[in-house]
């Protein structure tokens, strides 16, 4: 059986090889999160007529279901 002093020793080695993944993944995750700026082309402005979608729109529900179906 080990000693007091080797199961210190073995949980300290624990508690670094820890901080030291943590640390790893904490870079990684920043390095994941950089921006990257990128330039879009400026949107043109669209008249009021083409903004709306064209939808047909039946005036009555006999006129959206056929009859005899």
Known sequence: MGSV???VAALAFLGILRTWDAREE???SRQE???VPF???PLKPEPAEDAKPA????ASSSEAMPVGV
Do not use: S
């Open 5 to 7: 002093p080797d199961l």
């Open 33 to 35: 999160e950089v921006f």
């Open 39 to 41: 330039n879009l082309p």
């Open 26 to 28: 904490d870079r990684k």
């Open 55 to 58: 939808v047909a729109v039946p």
